[in-house]
Every structure is written in structure tokens, then in C-alpha cells.
């Protein structure tokens, strides 16, 4: 294996700068990211010829490109006030790793071990890395595993697939004797704080107190089962650790098939598999219900709406309490699970637990001990699942074929299991991240293989 460091900058000298303070939700990223770390991580499988100039071009563009991406954070001396500043040379680390041609798990192995493990420096920026994983270099077999990570508090799972993009394409625009991307970049605008974009009506405590005593009733009626901890582990050791699940083509076709057949969503039935393969590890006569938190991208319904292709954090999480036991009926309890998605929607809980980060989130590291002991008994049990699926990329970028687009996140101190599912190429890619320890291997994996039999279904006659 041969590994090379390099980084990438930008020529921008003149252009808009982000110079405020973190909002609620940004802080509150910022300050579990330090209690364990809080990457954002998308890759993807590239065959062609790639030098390391395009990439490194391709890496100035973007940075020249987005403001989040030339900052870095900065405190007093106590921790507080933490704000966005511009950094003086922003430039994303590129590191170029050679592996053997038939090496499939290197990506893998570089998710699982460095990029969700190793936090990213927020002190001084950017708040980005890239890694290239080469196979077969200057052959006609070459091919890459391009690994972009970031900071979840600069960006969402949505921003950081269109950010892979937009890298692809300035990569392809470049040449290995170009002095430049070959088309002009210019760099969008500074977006507020993103609580402010929020509609004014559900920004009110009010609203979200009142929110919450719902929620909490109807917990006390679902009456869900939690997955108990294999081990104690204290949220700043809690370390994220990486497994995947692939549904291949014939299998998603017949599921999609029997989702609309069924009139479910696709989400659903995911959700509906997590909950089942949940409960088994519970009880092995399965559990009653099990709450399962989905992501709720806001964007679309922000005032104005953020575009996917704008980097910051702009997702919720909605709780549902989802029926688990396997003697029911999957295809029933799925229905049940989306209209009870689709009122909590209509009743704007994701939107409002997103607006109580406002009145709840600490100031500093040094102040979040309360909070974080508060939530720690309930996420240490927490499941949670972020369905991206298909998503806006494309199967050739210049010359090179596009396959195998994945994503992963860390946990820290949300949760014990989380997925990511993203289609690509046809097969449907479901990404497992656990904490180690809270959660064996061995336990992620059962969930994860009784998940995806859940799904795999008869075809529709």
C-alpha cells in the first residue's frame, strides 16, 4: 500500500466569507462532534484515469465554490461563543492511497477505521477531507474509490452528494496540464443562520413544549420495547463503527414492485424491516414496538427553500413507534408506520424539534454535561434510519463510469444503530454504523441480515 498526502486550496481572494456565530443546531453538532466524532461520509466507485492534478483542481473549485468550506471555529478562551471565521488558505486535505487491483474492501476499511473515527480539526478548517483510493494505477483497469468526508455541522447528507458531484465534474473539466478548472467558479452566496429560515410560526417554545407533551403521550400508549446496551460505554469513548448490506438489482426491482402493489413506501418498508430485525434481538418472540427515528431532510419547507446543492445542516429527525412483532402482518404494519410518518409531518414535529434546539442547546462542551446525561439512557438505545435513495448522480461524469454511490454517518452520543440507504446502479446500498461496545459486531450484524430478509419478498402475482 502506498499512501501520498497533498491538499488543495483556493485562488479565491475577493469572495464572500461566513463570519457569525454557529446557530443552535450547528452548535449542538459541534459540540457532540467533540464528545465523539461527527463525520458525514459519501463515496463513491469511479473506473477511468484520474491524476491526482484533477482532483486536486477539482478540490480548489468546490473550495472557491462554497463558504462553508473556507471556515474554520473559533471560541473565547472558555469555549463559548463558538462562530464561524474565515480561514486564512483553506485547503482540503487529498490523500492518495494505492491498494492492490483486487482489493474490494479497501473503502471499506477506510470508512470503518479513519474516516468515522478520526474527528476533523475544527479549528482550523476546512471542515473537509478528501481520500482516493487507486487501484491499478496507469492501467487500463484503473479504477478509485473517491472518499469525501466533512463535518456534519457544515453539511447534510443531501449537500454532501451534490458536493461529490460537483467535485466529479470540475475533476472532469481539468486537465493534467491545466493551470485551472477550465470553466469560471464562482462562489455562492452566505446562507443565515439555518433556525432563521425557519417559519416564523413554529420557532415559539410554546410550540415545541406543546409538540413534545404529544409526543410523549403517545409514546406512553405505544408503550415501545428498547434494545438494552451489550455494554456501558461513557458517551467520550463511544467509538462509530461500519458494516454494509447490498439488496441487488432483481431484489429492489421485486421490493419496489411489491411496495407499490402494497401502497407503501419504499422508506416504510425499511423501517417496518429495522423494527422486526430490532425486536428479534429484544425478545426472540419479537418485540410489540419499537421507536425508530427517521431523518426528515427541512430544506424543501425552509423559507426560502435551500437548494441541495448549498452546504450546511438542514435535517430533523422524526420518532415513530413502530410495530415489530413477526407474527403481524409486514405489509399492514408498514401502512400503519406511513400514515403515522405522514401526521407527524403535517403536524410539524420534525420542523419543531428542529426549532428547540434554540432553547435547549448548551453553549459550550463544558456546559453539556447535564444535557448529554439527560438523553444518554435514551439514545444509547436509540435506532435510527436515513433513506436517501436514489440519488442525483449521474452513471458517467467525463470519462469516467459511475457506480456504487454509498454514504455513512457517525453516531456520537445519538444513538446506538443507524442506517443510510442510497440506490446506485440499480442495487440498493444499506449502510450499518453502531457504537462499538453499546453494540457488538456481532449483534449489528444479525439486525442488519434479518433486516434485508425482511425484504426480500415474493414477487407480485
Not at 415559539?204 to 409538540?211: D, L, T
Request: with cysteine; glycine share 6%; aromatic share 4%.
Amino acid at each position: 500500500m502506498e499512501i501520498q498526502e497533498n491538499s488543495a486550496g483556493t485562488r479565491a481572494s475577493d469572495t464572500p466569507q461566513v463570519v457569525r456565530p454557529l446557530g443552535p443546531s450547528e452548535r449542538w453538532l459541534w459540540i457532540i462532534d467533540q464528545i465523539s466524532p461527527m463525520n458525514a461520509v459519501v463515496w463513491v466507485h469511479l473506473r477511468g484515469r484520474m491524476e491526482h492534478q484533477q482532483l486536486a483542481l477539482a478540490a480548489e473549485a468546490v473550495v472557491a465554490e462554497h463558504p462553508l468550506l473556507r471556515v474554520h471555529v473559533e471560541t473565547e478562551p472558555d469555549g463559548t461563543n463558538p462562530r464561524f471565521v474565515p480561514t486564512a488558505d483553506p485547503r482540503i486535505p487529498i490523500r492518495t492511497v494505492h491498494v492492490a487491483a483486487d482489493d474490494a474492501q479497501a473503502a471499506d476499511a477506510e470508512v470503518d477505521t479513519v474516516q468515522l473515527s478520526e474527528r476533523i480539526d475544527w479549528r482550523t478548517g476546512p471542515l473537509a477531507r478528501i481520500v482516493d483510493i487507486v487501484r491499478g494505477g496507469g492501467t487500463p483497469d484503473e479504477s478509485h474509490d473517491l472518499i469525501l468526508t466533512a463535518a456534519h455541522l457544515i453539511t447534510d447528507g443531501m449537500g454532501m452528494t451534490s458536493l461529490l458531484r460537483r467535485l466529479l465534474e470540475h475533476a472532469a473539466q481539468s486537465t493534467t496540464d491545466d493551470a485551472s478548472p477550465r470553466t469560471a467558479v464562482r462562489s455562492r452566496s452566505p446562507l443565515p443562520v439555518p433556525e432563521d429560515l425557519l417559519p416564523r410560526r413554529l420557532r415559539s417554545i410554546a410550540r415545541a413544549k406543546a409538540v413534545s407533551r404529544v409526543d410523549r403521550a403517545i409514546t406512553a400508549l405505544s408503550k415501545p420495547q428498547s434494545l438494552e446496551p451489550e455494554a456501558t460505554v461513557p458517551p467520550k469513548e463511544r467509538r462509530t463503527r461500519f458494516i454494509r448490506r447490498i439488496l441487488p438489482a432483481a431484489d429492489l426491482s421485486g421490493l419496489l414492485a411489491r411496495c407499490r402493489h402494497e401502497g407503501v413506501t419504499l422508506h416504510a418498508a425499511l423501517t417496518s424491516a429495522t423494527a422486526r430485525a430490532v425486536g428479534a434481538e429484544i425478545t426472540p418472540a419479537g418485540a410489540g414496538r419499537v421507536s425508530v427515528i427517521s431523518a426528515i431532510s427541512l430544506r424543501h419547507e425552509l423559507v426560502p427553500r435551500v437548494d441541495n446543492r448549498e452546504l450546511g445542516s438542514y435535517a430533523s429527525g422524526v420518532v415513530a413507534h413502530v410495530a415489530a412483532d413477526p407474527a403481524a402482518d409486514f405489509w399492514i404494519a408498514a401502512r400503519k408506520f406511513d400514515r403515522d410518518l405522514a401526521r407527524r409531518l403535517r403536524f410539524g414535529q420534525h420542523l419543531s424539534a428542529f426549532a428547540a434546539l434554540a432553547f435547549m442547546a448548551p453553549p459550550s462542551v463544558e456546559s453539556s454535561g447535564p444535557l448529554i446525561d439527560l438523553i444518554d439512557h435514551k439514545t444509547s438505545r436509540g435506532i435510527a434510519i436515513s433513506n436517501f435513495g436514489r440519488l442525483n448522480m449521474p452513471g458517467r461524469i467525463g470519462e469516467w463510469d459511475v457506480t456504487g454511490v454509498q454514504a455513512a454517518a457517525g453516531i456520537s452520543c445519538l444513538s446506538c444503530l443507524r442506517s443510510v440507504v442510497t440506490i446506485s446502479g440499480g442495487d440498493l446500498y444499506w449502510n450499518f454504523t453502531f457504537i462499538e461496545g453499546l453494540m457488538s459486531a456481532e449483534r449489528a450484524g444479525r439486525i442488519a441480515d434479518r433486516a434485508v430478509a425482511a425484504l426480500t419478498v415474493s414477487p407480485v402475482r
